[in-house]
T-cell receptor, first 109, second 114 residues
Framework: AQRVTQPEKLLSVFKGAPVELKCNYS??????LFWYVQYSRQRLQLLLR??SRESIKGFTADLNKGETSFHLKKPFAQEEDSAMYYC???????????FGQGTRLTINP | ETGVTQSPTHLIKTRGQQVTLRCSSQ?????VSWYQQALGQGPQFIFQ???????GRGNFPPRFSGLQFPNYSSELNVNALELDDSALYLC?????????????FGPGTRLTVL
């Protein structure tokens, strides 16, 4: 079965603290994983993808095939990071994205 | 460059009615995907159109149908509306139907079925 699990619906941390948003996936093929973000009153937008291996807005995510995880991390949270974050898996062939249910991140001042 | 647009923004229908939602893809994009996002859930894939042909479908009944036009804009049609169809409907456009191409999302259409 193709599934993406984000175990935390809500996550609250203080400004300057480290952040980790968890994502686990289930997929028999070679996974292509993404993190999408939705800021307040804005549309869903791509934050980063694992194949790029880049850091965006201080966020990084490493694909761990052994643990089937793609956790999103940032060493020092900022207030502007408050948003809804979705982990997504690309199902190749079907070219569809399978999303987790999302984690609402709140950064407290 | 124009981003993805969707119309209408909001829509209220009653059970049994039919609805058509519209999406204009980002300039230069030839692929459109539709997603349903119920309250408190992540988006769920409905189907994708590439160059006017359906290119993949999720687990949705046949009363969900779509079209893509020569200018790559797209419609989502839902017949015999049910209460559970109440959701935010998202359209996303991308270039090409293969590979991990970034999908650019529209603002969505909020459908309420009474």
């Amino acid at each position: 079965a193709q599934r993406v699990t984000q175990p935390e619906k809500l996550l609250s941390v203080f400004k300057g603290a480290p952040v980790e948003l968890k994502c686990n996936y289930s997929y028999s093929g070679s996974p292509e994983l993404f993190w999408y973000v939705q800021y307040s009153r804005q549309r869903l937008q791509l934050l980063l993808r694992h194949i790029s291996r880049e850091s965006i807005k201080g966020f990084t995510a490493d694909l761990n095939k052994g643990e089937t995880s793609f956790h999103l991390k940032k060493p020092f949270a900022q207030e502007e990071d408050s948003a809804m974050y979705y982990c997504a898996l690309l199902i190749q062939g079907a070219q569809k994205l399978v999303f987790g249910q999302g984690t609402r991140l709140t950064i407290n001042p | 460059e124009t981003g993805v647009t969707q119309s209408p923004t909001h829509l209220i229908k009653t059970r049994g009615q039919q609805v058509t939602l519209r999406c204009s893809s980002q300039s230069g994009h030839n692929t459109v995907s539709w997603y349903q996002q119920a309250l408190g859930q992540g988006p769920q894939f409905i189907f994708q159109y590439y160059r006017e042909e359906e290119n993949g479908r999720g687990n949705f009944p046949p009363r969900f149908s779509g079209l893509q036009f020569p200018n790559y804009s797209s419609e989502l049609n839902v017949n015999a509306l049910e209460l559970d169809d109440s959701a935010l409907y998202l359209c996303a456009s991308s270039l090409g139907s293969r590979g991990p191409n970034e999908q650019f999302f529209g603002p969505g259409t909020r459908l309420t079925v009474l």
